[in-house]
């Protein structure tokens, strides 16, 4: 039983996680991250690992979804491809070296400007 109420929760957690993806574009980081950590105690460095490989299936149904209904911006997602690709190596790469209570913190302040940015 209570290894069901275990699965039910990464089933939860990642149906929530989708359904924000796919109406906000997020999910990933904002909803998995803090979900794992929290609410299913898996350590820092792999929640954020985790997150990152969960979030290529959502974006790919997203995505999708997105290219039927014809609202990508073709261009400008090229450009910023070029760029995130460059920075997920980058970042994937330093995600072992930054200690797991700096990285929590990072997170949160980047959380915190995000959300400011989003309500002014």
Known sequence: ??????TLKFILLGFIAGLINGLLGSGGGTILVPGMFFLLDIEEHKAHATAISVILPLALVSAFIYIKHGVIVWNITFKIMIG???GGYIGANLLSKIPGN???????????????????
Do not use: D
């Not at 039983?1 to 275990?6: A, D, G, L, Q, V």
């Not at 700096?102 to 989003?118: D, G, Q, S």
């Open 1 to 6: 039983m209570k290894k069901k109420m275990f």
């Open 84 to 86: 995130g690709i460059l």
């Open 102 to 120: 700096l990285l929590r913190k990072i997170f949160a302040i980047f959380m915190i400007i995000a959300a400011i940015r989003m309500v002014f």
